[in-house]
Antibody, heavy 126, light 107 residues
Framework: EVQLVESGGGLVQPGGSLRLSCAAS????????MTWVRQAPGKGLEWVAN????????YYVDSVTGRFTISRDNAKMSLFLQMNSLRAEDTAVYYC???????????????????WGQGTTVTVSS | EIVMTQSPATLSVSPGERATLSCRAS??????LAWYQQKPGQAPRLLIY???TRATGIPARFSGSGSGTEFTLTISSLQSEDFAVYYC?????????FGQGTKVEIK
């Protein structure tokens, strides 16, 4: 069964740090780009960051650039999000998701975030 | 950053009726648009990518259309399990952005 399981969430004070993990199973993790998406309480989805298959390319939303770092360990089939200098506005459920790409007659094309974890909750508060 | 705007914020529909959800991009995203469904307490689920291609296992009552800046998700005959929040997302740029969501509720 294809599965993503997040962990590492919790309560942290403003200015603190937290490292989220996402354990993958049931698919060849090293073949997929991976993404973090968050959702503040009662709010919509916000794309946070993604990382290429080999970790050589990483992209971030402006609000976390310089504070968050996405990384991966393909041997351990795991995705990470190191979060530093946390702010109250970072309070959210954090989801990891798999980016699906397919290959067609015109080359590779993107097919969305096709597998999601159940989320882990991060609360930034004093 | 491409801003995605969804309308309406809430759509009240009776079971069996058609629901039409709109998504507008602040600049052209070609057909690089996906739709997701989210039910309370659950992770989102991919419905549509490429603006109009249904993801694996998605019923045919879900259809997507549009290109450029204007997109539509249509649910042809609402079933009880379809009452949820729906999000569009553009992936024309590396900074992928979501719309704010449309809640489809029972009328």
């Amino acid at each position: 069964e294809v599965q993503l399981v997040e962990s590492g969430g919790g309560l942290v004070q403003p200015g603190g740090s937290l490292r989220l993990s996402c354990a993958a199973s049931g698919f060849t993790f090293s073949n997929y780009w991976m993404t973090w998406v968050r959702q503040a309480p009662g709010k919509g989805l916000e794309w946070v960051a993604n990382i290429k298959t080999d970790g050589s390319e990483k992209y971030y939303v402006d609000s976390v650039t310089g504070r968050f770092t996405i990384s991966r360990d393909n041997a351990k089939m795991s995705l990470f999000l190191q979060m530093n200098s946390l702010r109250a506005e970072d309070t959210a459920v954090y989801y990891c998701a798999r980016d699906r790409w397919a290959y067609g007659s015109s080359g590779y094309y993107y097919c969305g975030l096709d597998v999601w974890g159940q989320g882990t909750t991060v609360t930034v508060s004093s | 950053e491409i801003v995605m705007t969804q309308s309406p914020a809430t759509l009240s529909v009776s079971p069996g009726e058609r629901a039409t959800l709109s998504c507008r991009a602040s600049q052209s995203v070609s057909s690089n648009l996906a739709w997701y469904q989210q039910k309370p307490g659950q992770a989102p689920r991919l419905l549509i990518y490429g603006a109009s291609t249904r993801a694996t296992g998605i019923p045919a009552r879900f259809s997507g259309s549009g290109s450029g800046t204007e997109f539509t998700l249509t649910i042809s005959s609402l079933q009880s399990e379809d009452f949820a929040v729906y999000y569009c997302q553009q992936y024309n740029e590396w900074l992928r952005t979501f719309g704010q969501g449309t809640k489809v509720e029972i009328k």
